[in-house]
């Protein structure tokens, strides 16, 4: 009966990647082109080989503006997309993102030099939660009162500026160096900017209160359970010599 048991396990576990096999020959795999919103005239962004087009509902790719924009003078910035539907096989990417490109921000920060480059979230006027990272340099040493001004001053303009612009119309904002401009102009009156540009923008989701509260009452669980062993080895009686 043993002998008998084994071999027949022995005959399932040859049969499994078979059945595996074959079911992946039955499933037809294609390609199917990820293309940029309507701003960026449904440039092909990527493709992707699948079974399944709705797979690809999520997937996130970065694109250099250069590529989009056939301007060499946008090499310097990343976008980054995020698919988010499927229309006719094809996945639609809306930009989630836009940065300076790593290198770039390290050629234009000198060692020396105070930078500025706070980190804030405000919300467009279609209520859409963003993260900005400015990023400014003085064309010279200056003070920190200064410093704490033109600080302040950008984070001012940049969130007033924003709740009353679009989401759309902030990424625009952005690829024509718009927003940078206004606020270079903004900041001179307080001190002339040698370097003013906005380094990073994405979409900033929002923490879930119930996530919050899981994490509190999984740390509360770690504690009991630790309170409880160092009890329980407490009260152990000990061996008598």
């Known amino acids: 009966m043993p002998e008998e048991k084994k071999q027949e396990e022995k005959v399932a576990k040859e049969e499994k990647p078979k059945a595996a096999k074959a079911l992946a020959k039955s499933i037809k795999k294609r390609w199917c082109n990820i293309v940029s919103p309507e701003m960026f005239r449904d440039f092909v962004i990527g493709e992707t080989f699948v079974a399944e087009p709705s797979s690809i ?13 056939n301007d060499i003078k946008k090499q ?5 997309f995020l698919v988010n539907k499927i229309q006719n096989d094809t996945g639609i990417a809306n930009v989630i993102g836009y940065e300076l490109v790593p290198s770039s921000v390290r050629r234009l920060v000198r060692r020396g030099k105070e930078r500025i480059d ?6 467009t006027s279609d209520n859409i939660r963003v993260r900005v990272k400015p990023l400014m340099l003085a064309a010279i040493n200056v003070n920190n009162s ?3 001004s033109l600080r302040k001053a950008a ?9 009353k612009t679009s989401y759309q119309d902030l990424i625009n904002s952005l690829v024509s160096y718009n927003l940078q401009k206004e606020l270079r102009d903004y900041l001179k009156k307080i ?3 040698k370097v003013c540009e906005i380094r990073e923008m994405k979409i900033e989701r929002e923490k879930r209160s119930e996530d919050k509260v899981k994490k509190k009452e999984l740390r509360k669980e770690i504690k009991n359970e630790f309170k409880e062993e160092a009890k329980e080895e407490k009260e152990e009686p000990k061996e008598e010599k």
Request: charged share 10%; hydrophobic share 45%; glycine share 6%.
């Open 57 to 69: 509902v999520g997937k996130t790719l970065s694109i250099n503006l250069m590529t989009l924009t």
């Open 146 to 148: 200064v410093l704490k």
């Open 155 to 163: 984070i001012d303009f940049i969130t007033n500026g924003i709740s």
């Open 118 to 123: 706070p980190s804030f979230v405000c919300h």
């Open 76 to 80: 310097n910035i990343n976008l980054k």
């Open 191 to 193: 001190y002339p900017l």
